[in-house]
């Protein structure tokens, strides 16, 4: 299964679009006309990058230790 990126254009502005999932570029080409989109790519790969495991990004985003009031 391969995943295929989209975009499409309303007015003046190009937006992203749906994620295809299809066997193929022609199976996603013909999903993408369905639904008026436009391929833009397909994802080859997915680099993990350690530095953003869960717990160390956990980590950093805890927030103040010290209850806060807002009123």
Known sequence: MKIF?????????IYAGLNIFAESFEEAEYIADMHGLIIVGEITEIIYEPEFAKDDY???????????VLH
């Open 58 to 68: 956990l980590a950093t985003i805890k927030g103040p230790t010290q209850p806060r």
């Open 5 to 13: 990126l989209t975009e499409y254009q309303e007015e003046d502005k």
